[in-house]
């Protein structure tokens, strides 16, 4: 039965550590939710900060960008399909744009 550890925000990044345990090897899988704040910054910077952002996550991370950029909404989904990345949901609520990402690789 997976076990949920949700550790309190701090700043701007939101850790939410999850332990599943895998298959037969009875090995915990981690994976660490990340916020990312890009708003108020115009096309590339939101690709760009996300891409940078990324290179320091591991496989099987989460990102969630948080953008003004309405053309952020079809710039990083691109982006992670070049780069082997999974958008898990991408979202317009008004005046913010949300794209929730998970790190490609192999673990």
Request: net charge negative.
């Given at each position: 039965?997976?076990?949920?550890?949700?550790?309190?925000?701090?700043?701007?990044?939101?850790?939410?550590?999850?332990?599943?345990?895998?298959?037969?090897?009875?090995?915990?899988?981690?994976?660490?939710q990340y916020?990312?704040?890009?708003?108020?910054?115009?096309?590339?910077?939101?690709?760009?900060?996300?891409?940078?952002?990324?290179?320091?996550?591991?496989?099987?991370?989460e990102l969630?960008?948080?953008?003004?950029?309405?053309?952020?909404?079809?710039d990083i989904?691109?982006?992670?399909?070049?780069?082997?990345?999974?958008?898990?949901?991408?979202?317009?609520?008004?005046?913010?744009?949300?794209?929730?990402?998970?790190?490609?690789?192999?673990?």
């Amino acid at each position: 039965m997976p076990a949920v550890l949700l550790i309190p925000e701090m700043a701007i990044e939101t850790f939410a550590l999850f332990c599943v345990l895998r298959g037969k090897k009875n090995r915990p899988l981690m994976m660490n939710q990340y916020t990312l704040d890009a708003r108020n910054t115009l096309c590339p910077m939101p690709v760009i900060k996300t891409q940078n952002r990324i290179a320091e996550l591991k496989p099987g991370d989460e990102l969630e960008v948080i953008c003004t950029d309405p053309g952020a909404l079809n710039d990083i989904p691109a982006w992670c399909r070049i780069n082997g990345h999974q958008v898990l949901e991408s979202r317009d609520e008004g005046n913010e744009q949300i794209i929730v990402v998970r790190v490609g690789g192999t673990e």
